[in-house]
T-cell receptor
Framework: DADVTQTPRNRITKTGKRIMLECSQT?????MYWYRQDPGLGLRLIYY???????NKGEISDGYSVSRQAQAKFSLSLESAIPNQTALYFC????????????FGPGTRLTVT | AQSVTQLGSHVSVSEGALVLLRCNYS??????LFWYVQYPNQGLQLLLK??????LVKGINGFEAEFKKSETSFHLTKPSAHMSDAAEYFC??????????????FGQGTRLTINP
């Protein structure tokens, strides 16, 4: 089984809808991250979390919110989806003492129409 | 703030030829540097990393990269390309967050195509 899983893998939604992307990990890592990938822009950090009680904004957090329900689960929500949030979203995890190395999930492809 | 520039969004080489993917970074502190690979419809996978010590680092699948501080570069090479190397490659530099945690700053990515 994969160490970092994301659901759904693909999602099409309409403008204005609320949508949640979920990430689960079995690696026992305390740090979790959400990135979005856009062609030609690489990956950009949306939110990150050091542990259940610690959540921080990344460089492009506007329009997004997150919830760390447990050490193993980190969800990303789009409160009111808009077309320019169409992207590939990745969850990643890292272990605290060596958190420069991150492990990525398979990604969620989100399309907002 | 740290940044990464990958020179060339697309690189095409023949099977058996040298692969060279270029990465330059900017950092005000000694960096940690990474190369990740993304195969079609998959997440990113770590190829190799430089933290400290030897500046020539070897990774998986025959790839290697050399940290050159004077040139602020971390180019990725492989002596002989294989069809299975076709993927997108990302260079990344670590950026220090509060409380000692770190996040990755990614380059734009380079798509590598291998011609038979």
């Amino acid at each position: 089984d994969a160490d970092v899983t994301q659901t759904p893998r693909n999602r099409i939604t309409k403008t204005g809808k609320r949508i949640m992307l979920e990430c689960s990990q079995t690696k026992g890592h305390d740090r979790m991250y959400w990135y979005r990938q856009d062609p030609g822009l690489g990956l950009r950090l949306i939110y990150y979390s050091f542990d259940v009680k610690d959540i921080n904004k990344g460089e492009i957090s506007d329009g997004y919110s997150v919830s760390r329900q447990a050490q193993a689960k980190f969800s990303l929500s789009l409160e009111s989806a808009i077309p320019n949030q169409t992207a590939l979203y990745f969850c990643a995890t890292a272990e605290g003492s060596s958190s420069y190395e991150q492990y990525f999930g398979p990604g969620t492809r989100l399309t907002v129409t | 703030a740290q940044s990464v520039t990958q020179l060339g969004s697309h690189v095409s080489v023949s099977e058996g030829a040298l692969v060279l993917l270029r990465c330059n970074y900017s950092s005000s502190v000694p960096p940690y540097l990474f190369w990740y690979v993304q195969y079609p419809n998959q997440g990113l996978q770590l190829l190799l990393k430089y933290t400290t010590g030897a500046t020539l680092v070897k990774g998986i699948n025959g790839f290697e990269a050399e940290f050159k501080k004077s040139e602020t570069s971390f180019h990725l090479t492989k002596p002989s390309a294989h069809m299975s190397d076709a993927a997108e490659y990302f260079c990344a530099v670590s950026d220090r967050l509060i409380q000692g945690a770190q996040k990755l700053v990614f380059g734009q990515g380079t798509r590598l195509t291998i011609n038979p």
